[in-house]
């Protein structure tokens, strides 16, 4: 009898020392399951953190250059309206003046206008022009080689287009008695707005695809 409960003893103990070592290997698999749960939530968390940051990157970045684009294109059309056609449609109107005037009086007087014109267009321009060239380094610190390619290109037209305003402007004097003169202004100006709409149109698809690449 006393050897069957020791036997039995023996048993239960062996019995309870497999449930417990069964415990707590069973405890250690939640645990463990428990620290990879709460690693992979962190993990997600931070991907999250991250994501969201980038994103917000992204926003920003976007928006920025879409202002920035935006007031380019708005300086660029404002340059253009104050472009050679000032002196076409301005200077022109007085040039006819005083090729129609009859007196020596009046030719004075469509003189000093002109050149008070004249000098208000060029002020005009230049200060255009230098907020425009202002904005246009500017942009290209925020653009690819493409879009680079295509403002170079831009610069290079504005440039010449200056230059030719810097001509007209020495050569004020000299067209009031140039009866031709309205019609190389207005030559040379509908060659360049061509050439500048067109580069333009290049620009502004460039950009879109800048922007839709962020």
Do not use: C, W
Not at 65 to 74: A, W
Not at 110 to 126: L, S
């Amino acid at each position: 009898m006393k050897y069957e409960f020791i036997h039995i003893l023996l048993v239960f103990i062996g019995l309870f020392t497999g449930y417990l070592i069964s415990y707590f290997k069973e405890k250690g698999k939640n645990r463990a399951l428990l620290e990879d749960n709460q690693s992979l939530t962190n993990e997600i968390e931070k991907i999250k953190q991250e994501y969201s940051l980038d994103l917000q990157k992204r926003k920003y970045k976007y928006e920025t250059k879409q202002k920035l684009y935006y007031e380019f294109m708005d300086k660029l059309d404002t340059y253009n309206a104050l472009g050679i056609n000032l002196f076409f449609d301005e200077l022109g109107t007085i040039m006819m003046k005083f090729y129609e005037s009859n007196t020596e009086e009046k030719k004075k007087k469509y003189t000093i206008e002109f050149n008070n014109t004249a000098r208000d267009i060029d002020t005009k321009i230049k200060k255009q022009t230098s907020e425009l060239f202002s904005q246009l380094n500017q942009l290209k610190l925020t653009t690819n080689e493409e879009t680079l390619s295509i403002l170079e290109e831009l610069h290079n037209e504005l440039s010449r287009v200056n230059n030719k305003f810097i001509e007209i402007a020495e050569s004020i004097p000299d067209l009031l008695n140039k009866h031709n003169a309205n019609a190389e202004i207005q030559k040379f100006d509908t060659h360049s707005n061509s050439k500048i709409v067109n580069i333009k149109g290049k620009l502004i698809q460039a950009l879109k695809n800048e922007l839709n690449s962020i």
